[in-house]
């Protein structure tokens, strides 16, 4: 089964613990990124990484922090900095082949933070 | 100042009522403009992507037009099913390999 799997798909911390969500990806693309999405508002770039290696920051990076080791897998770590970490946080790839160019989202992870 | 203004904000429907959803957007480049489907706690669903002004696309009952300015979203005939957020992007050479979102356009259709 193909495609980018975030997990898990609820989670739930106490104020002041850091929390990694998960996004893994089969489908061989080599840019992957995290958004946050609260209601009402556009999705938000937090980081984003065209390479193994390699990240860059988005709009919305502080408090938070990734890593990519390898092509499958990019972490997101919401860490106690960040100041309203409740939120909808969808991770996507892009596949680009000479002028297409799509975006594929995975299925998100709510996070709750109390 | 937004670069990608959707409108309506939310917009309900009778079955079978034809309508369409706006994206307008203010950037310089653009490269691609994306329209994406969300359904309540899940990811976006990939629709379409338009290039340049003119194109066309369609899936089923949506079809997606782009001009210098803006795109339409086209709902023919629309059942209960496509109810869902239509969230429209745009990837523009000033932004790089990164999308900018609107805020999306809430769609209810009553049977």
């Known amino acids: 089964d193909g495609g980018i799997t975030q997990s898990p798909k609820y989670l739930f911390r106490k104020e002041g613990q850091n929390v990694t969500l998960s996004c893994e990806q089969n489908l061989n693309h080599d840019a992957m990124y995290w958004y946050r999405q609260d209601p009402g508002q556009g999705l938000r770039l937090i980081y984003y990484?065209?390479?193994?290696?390699?990240?860059q920051k988005g709009d919305i990076a502080e408090g938070y922090s990734v890593s990519r080791e390898k092509k499958e897998s990019f972490p997101l770590t919401v860490t106690s900095a960040q100041k309203n970490p409740t939120a909808f946080y969808l991770c996507?790839?892009?596949?680009?082949?000479?002028?297409?160019?799509?975006?594929?989202f995975g299925p998100g992870t709510r996070l709750t933070v109390t | 100042e937004d670069q990608v203004t959707q409108s309506p904000e939310a917009l309900r429907l009778q079955e079978g009522e034809s309508s369409s959803l706006n994206c307008s957007y203010t950037v310089s480049g653009l490269r691609g403009l994306f329209w994406y489907r969300q359904d309540p706690g899940k990811g976006p669903e990939f629709l379409f992507t338009l290039y340049s002004a003119g194109e066309e696309k369609e899936k089923e009952r949506l079809k997606a037009t782009l001009t210098k300015k803006e795109s339409f979203l086209h709902i023919t005939a629309p059942k209960p099913e496509d109810s869902a957020t239509y969230l429209c992007?745009?990837?523009?050479?000033?932004?790089?390999?990164?999308?900018?979102f609107g805020a999306g356009t809430i769609l209810r259709v009553k049977s």
């Open positions: 992007a745009v990837q523009a050479v000033e932004y790089g390999n990164k999308l900018v």
């Open positions: 990484s065209q390479i193994v290696n390699d990240f």
């Open positions: 996507a790839t892009t596949r680009t082949t000479g002028l297409i160019y799509e975006q594929y």
